[in-house]
């Protein structure tokens, strides 16, 4: 499923449509409420840094297990380092700079690509 996110009402869209995604699949509703969390922040810093972008969230299987995998992709500015965006308290915008490092606790997986001028792509799953 792809969702164009642009503004405010988009981030709202793609978080209940992750909840029920994660629903359909069988996570309980802490992790339902953790994975809508991760959209918010990955959203919101799409339309904060990037302005606009896209967001994929498929349904992924594996041998024995099945989880929910979450694609955010900009070509906005870029991020110049990644290690340090994902740092606790590291913001350059005077945020609390608890997304990026957030999402990926709350995730089993979170990479960050990301090209200065280019664009950002961040990919995280959840396992069931
Ligand atoms: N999509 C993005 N494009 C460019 N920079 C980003 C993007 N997402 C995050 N960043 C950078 O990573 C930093 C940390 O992000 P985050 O943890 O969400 O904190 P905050 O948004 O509060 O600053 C941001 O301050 C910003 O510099
Ligand atoms: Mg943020």
Known sequence: ???EIKTVEDIVASRSLAKEMAKEIGFGIVDQTK???VISE???NIIKYAVE???QISIIESINRKGLEIIC???GPGIA????A???GYSTSRG???GLPGAKKLMDELEVSSEVGKGTRITARKWL
């Open 96 to 98: 609390l700079g608890m």
């Open 86 to 88: 994902l740092k606790p």
């Open 35 to 37: 994975i809508a969390t």
């Open 53 to 55: 972008g896209l967001l």
């Open 81 to 84: 380092n990644i290690e340090l």
């Open 42 to 44: 990955l959203t919101r």
């Open 1 to 3: 499923m792809q969702i």
């Open 73 to 75: 992709e900009d070509r």
